[in-house]
């Protein structure tokens, strides 16, 4: 049988964390989260959106538990405001789901000279999840589960000596990298995880081909360019809706079958229903993890650390 919404279990008691929740597959991954009881804390950007969403979401779900916190995952100052407020009001977090991103976008850096979407996609989220992790680690069961795409297999490990494409940027070079970044950090926290005896797992999804935002922002963040008004256009025509697009991050965060290293995607590649997918291009994996690990640690000044903090 298909998985769907209906099979999320039951989420009272349990405090979630959601980049990128004011749209697309983060605003139907806090509403779904929050109509089975969890308390949601919405990280966003562009607050005006936010609350919007917040009210979306209560049409639906009068009695959800939604909590706003200001995030701008292309800036390391904001990231590490954000982090110190959600740890200053939960010590315990159960879900974080690294969802936020920007997609095949012209040339563009963020406030801290990173490539942009480099930056955004992975950067801000190693940050916040390095940040996160104490409250993760305190909470047995929890999950971290970072959204990546099918443009992770068109992508190239990160260049330890030129991270952020100098001088060789293309809009979907970049965009591949980004996602195998999020694909080889998904990984390559569930090993670390795995390593200390921790009880957080690490997972990855990809939506496939949903119908969100995110081709809208990538036409108007390229000026127009050419494929991106290709995938915009094809997403329309033949993408899922984003209920189901979020349905893959959804039970890699709930499913209590998913275990950690797991990576969830539809069923026909780009479509379908969400189901456990195999995890191709492991030779040089271990390589690639480590360089990533290199580049991320320097470039933020933020190492991940593993060991399950004392609880005061």
Do not use: C
Not at 43 to 48: G, I
Not at 70 to 96: F, G, K, P, T
Not at 171 to 178: C, E, F, I, L
Not at 273 to 284: H, S, T
């Amino acid at each position: 049988m298909s998985w769907t919404a209906a099979d999320i279990p039951d989420q009272h008691g349990r405090t979630a964390v959601v980049t990128g929740a004011n749209g697309g597959l983060g605003l139907v991954t806090a509403r779904e989260l929050a109509a089975k009881g969890a308390h949601v804390v919405m990280a966003v950007r562009n607050q005006k959106k936010a609350a919007a969403a917040v009210e979306e979401i209560r049409a639906s779900v009068p009695k959800a538990s939604l909590e706003l916190v200001a995030l701008d995952l292309s800036s390391q100052a904001s990231v590490r405001q954000a982090a110190q407020e959600i740890l200053a009001a939960h010590q315990r977090l159960d879900l974080l789901v690294n969802n936020a991103g920007v997609m095949a976008i012209g040339e563009a850096r963020t406030v801290d000279g990173f490539e942009m979407q480099f930056g955004v996609d992975h950067l801000g989220h190693w940050t916040l999840t390095a940040l996160l992790l104490p409250a993760l680690l305190r909470t047995s069961g929890s999950r971290i589960v970072t959204v990546t795409s099918t443009a992770h297999h068109m992508g190239r490990a990160v260049d330890v000596a030129d991270p952020h494409l100098n001088g060789r940027y293309g809009p979907w070079r970049a965009y591949g990298q980004a996602k195998l970044a999020n694909f080889h950090f998904g990984l390559g926290l569930q090993h670390e995880l795995a390593r200390a005896g921790a009880t957080t797992a690490s997972l990855i999804a990809h939506p496939g081909l949903s119908d969100t935002n995110l081709q809208t922002v990538s036409v108007e963040g390229s000026g127009g360019g050419a494929t991106q008004r290709f995938a915009l256009s094809m997403t329309r025509r033949t993408g899922m809706s984003a209920d189901d697009g979020a349905l893959s991050q959804l039970r890699a965060g709930t499913d209590p079958a998913a275990k950690g290293g797991e990576f969830y995607g539809p069923l026909f590649v780009n479509n379908g229903a969400p189901v456990r997918k195999p995890v191709l291009r492991r030779i040089g994996m271990d390589r690639a993890v480590a360089k990533l690990w290199e580049v991320s640690e320097r470039e933020t000044g933020i190492a991940i650390d593993v060991r399950t903090p004392t609880v005061a």
